[in-house]
């Protein structure tokens, strides 16, 4: 054994194979450590695209944290009839038949951006009728390729406006056929059934192809120009451009309207024949009709802190320019809310005495008066800030002091007959025998009785509580009405 060993190992090599052997060894180890080099650069070249992909990609594309609403939302499966952006409102609006409610966002730095970040408050879809049930639903079909709605079924409630495309009349569900093709702005919030189901907001039927449809749409922010005009942001990536003059019609197009008395907050109706390819687009409405304004905050108890949204804000100072029915007035006074701000002064506008609250005009104003003023909550951005007034205070004096401005939202009676007025001004109204209560025109005496909420008054107190809210029993109370708060409130 030993023998055979020995002689295995004495066999002689050939010249060059010990070398040879070297060499592949020392060339396998060189292709291996290529390799793994390789490897290693592929690896790190990954790590470094995807921490730089991560960084470059919007939040809302990035990966979605397990438990945050909007990860939840895009993750929702669109197989059960309902887009991912529409579940993220499914919580927020029963389908059964709950009214649309307004969803006004304001702008963080302009109104481009309003638009883009404002969730809008309607989803407009159309199809061709293909069935009405006995409850009234209406399942609408879109066959075209790529529509987000193949089929929708449209909840019709008692808040639904059925109107014509060709000139906005009002019309009934009886208007409506199996065959029609129709127009609907739906709320966002819709069932995870096949077809999905919404509440319909507005349906338009009787389709003409050579009109375009309204648009349906919420106001999130009104400023002015400066010269004249007019700049409504909506919630429908859509900026209207107009003037003071441009034709806003009440939904039947029985009244006339200005278009300074639009708000954030009030749904309109926009005919337009052009708009830019921009985001958002931009337009020069033909029309503009009012479906409704903005909701008033509804009332509170008297005894609770928690006090409804004022309509108006009261503003103060001296007149330093009069320019194009706009006023510009300055408080010097230190913490002054706003230092600076630009009346604009609209029709609607009621220009008082602050002694007898008779009626003036623009013309009894100049430079260097003391003004004050009760203007709306929805203002420009610019500097100075600019806003409707809805009240101006001129010929003040020191020793009278300047009625209140506020709307009513309750009126309650004790068991005592003490008749308690609440407002939205952050103050309760407790009048009593000796309250003069006074039209605004003539200065007629009224009743008590005739107070309603939604009432726009003035108050005039000498002495009131330092609670939340504060409580005074008014000298005079000088009743604008019903209507006109309508018009002028947010």
Not at 251 to 269: E, F, H, K, P, R
Not at 308 to 325: D, K, W, Y
Not at 459 to 480: E, G, H, K, N, Y
Request: aromatic share 4%; proline share 6%; hydrophobic share 40%.
């Amino acid at each position: 054994m030993n023998k055979g060993k020995e002689n295995y190992q004495n066999i002689p090599l050939p010249d060059g194979l010990s070398d040879a052997v070297q060499k592949g060894l020392k060339k396998g180890r060189r292709h291996m450590e290529k390799k793994w080099i390789t490897a290693i650069g592929t690896l790190a070249a990954a790590c470094v695209l995807g921490f730089v992909v991560l960084k470059v990609l919007p939040d809302n594309l990035r990966t979605p944290q397990e438990n945050a609403p909007s990860a939840q939302s895009r993750l929702a499966s669109p197989q059960d009839g309902q887009t991912p952006e529409a579940a993220a409102y499914s919580a927020e609006e029963d389908p059964s038949g709950a009214s649309p409610a307004s969803m006004g966002t304001p702008s963080e730095d302009s109104s481009e951006a309003a638009v883009q970040e404002a969730a809008p408050s309607s989803i407009r879809v159309s199809g061709t009728v293909a069935q009405i049930d006995e409850e009234g639903r209406i399942l609408l079909e879109n066959k075209e390729e790529g529509a987000a709605y193949p089929q929708v079924l449209l909840n019709v409630t008692d808040d639904t406006l059925i109107l014509s495309g060709a000139d906005c009349s009002e019309k009934a569900l009886s208007d409506i056929a199996v065959g029609d093709i129709l127009y609907a702005d739906i709320s966002p919030a819709m069932t995870r059934s096949l077809p999905p189901i919404a509440n319909a907001f507005t349906l338009f039927c009787e389709i003409s192809e050579d009109a375009a449809v309204p648009v349906y749409g919420t106001i999130t922010d009104v400023s002015f120009d400066g010269e004249g005009g007019l700049r409504i942001t909506t919630d429908q990536d859509l900026i209207l451009n107009t003037t003071e003059d441009a034709p806003v019609l009440s939904l039947d197009n029985s009244q006339t309207l200005s278009a300074s008395a639009l708000m954030a907050g009030d749904t309109i109706l926009i005919q337009y024949s052009f708009m830019t390819m921009s985001i958002p687009a931009q337009t020069n409405p033909d029309e503009i009709r009012l479906v409704a304004k903005a909701p008033v905050t509804a009332a509170q108890d008297p005894a609770s802190d928690a006090v409804s949204a004022a309509s108006s804000i009261r503003v103060s100072g001296t007149v330093t320019q009069i320019e194009n029915g706009q006023i510009l007035l300055k408080n010097e006074e230190e913490g002054a809310a706003y230092p600076q701000i630009l009346l604009n002064i609209t029709d609607d506008t009621l220009i008082l005495s602050g002694a007898d609250c008779s009626e003036k005009t623009l013309s009894d104003i100049a430079e260097g008066d003391i003004l004050y003023a009760d203007i709306s909550p929805a203002m420009t951005r610019s500097i100075p800030p600019m806003a409707n007034a809805f009240v101006v205070f001129c010929e003040t004096q020191e020793d009278t002091t300047v009625p209140t401005y506020a709307v009513i939202t309750d009126i309650q009676t004790s068991e005592d007959g003490q008749t308690t007025i609440i407002t939205d001004q952050d103050l309760v109204l407790l009048p009593g025998t000796d309250t003069k209560i006074l039209s605004l025109e003539g200065n007629s005496a009224l009743p008590l009785s005739d107070l309603n909420i939604g009432d726009a008054i003035l108050a005039r107190f000498s002495i009131m509580t330092a609670s939340l809210p504060a409580q005074a029993s008014p000298d005079s109370i000088w009743v604008i009405g019903q209507e006109a708060a309508a018009v002028e409130i947010e």
